[in-house]
């Protein structure tokens, strides 16, 4: 079934960890993002790629970074997690980024719990 | 600055219509997207605005009033199912989506 997959589904990560979100998309999509979604709050991006080989900057990208060497995979590193970055990380895709009805979807997150 | 603004939380009844509201104020605008979410789960899509009027797909319509900032997403016939948070999210100058919060609608028996 053609989609995104995330892995893991959740981890409870002790500070000061290091710690790679992965995240692998099998629809040929050129665009990619990283989301956190917290309660009350609405997603919120961290990290974006527009096509393989390209990554930019979100509304919070400190304290991750992302690479996209292939157009399947986008992972998301924390190089040194944080309690603030306990949250819900969801990665999307879409067929272009840019304007248009290009619907963004979406994986099933990863719950994140740093201690 | 970039600002979304819906209800927090609304309640509807199995079989009737509810209209959900959404303002925005985005730098630049390049249409507005409308998202569900249930509990749990990853937002599906529903729709997609980018000129005024209203569009309108099965059960559900969103309208979109650039002039206002103003967009709205109707569900019609409602059922259990349709209890789920729904995302406004206009695209900016950039082509970020700017995410609100959300609406978690209730729908009782």
């Known amino acids: 079934i053609a989609g995104i997959t995330q892995a893991p589904t959740s981890q409870i990560l002790a500070a000061g960890r290091r710690m790679t979100l992965r995240c692998t998309q099998d629809?040929?999509?050129?665009?990619m993002y990283w989301y956190r979604q917290d309660l009350g709050l609405g997603l919120r991006l961290i990290h974006y790629s527009n096509t393989a080989g390209t990554t930019g900057k979100g509304e919070v990208p400190d304290g991750y970074s992302v690479s996209r060497a292939n157009t399947d995979d986008f992972p998301l590193t924390l190089a040194s997690a944080v309690p603030s970055q306990t949250s819900v990380y969801f990665c999307?895709?879409?067929?272009?980024?840019?304007?248009?009805?290009?619907?963004?979807?979406f994986g099933p997150g990863t719950r994140l719990t740093v201690l | 600055g970039q600002n979304i603004d819906q209800p927090t939380e609304m309640t509807a009844t199995e079989g009737a219509i509810v209209q959900i509201n959404c303002t925005y104020q985005t730098s630049g605008f390049n249409g507005l997207f409308w998202y569900q979410q249930h509990a749990g789960e990853a937002p599906t899509f529903l729709s997609y605005n980018v000129l005024d009027g209203l569009e309108e797909k099965g059960r559900f319509s969103s309208f979109l009033s650039r002039s206002k900032g103003y967009s709205y997403l109707l569900l019609k016939e409602l059922q259990m199912k349709d209890s789920a948070s729904y995302l406004c999210?206009?695209?900016?100058?950039?082509?970020?989506?700017?995410w609100g919060a959300g609406t978690k609608l209730i729908i009782k028996p």
């Open positions: 629809m040929r999509h050129n665009a």
């Open positions: 999210a206009p695209m900016d100058s950039n082509y970020q989506l700017i």
């Open positions: 999307a895709s879409s067929e272009e980024s840019g304007g248009g009805a290009y619907e963004q979807f």
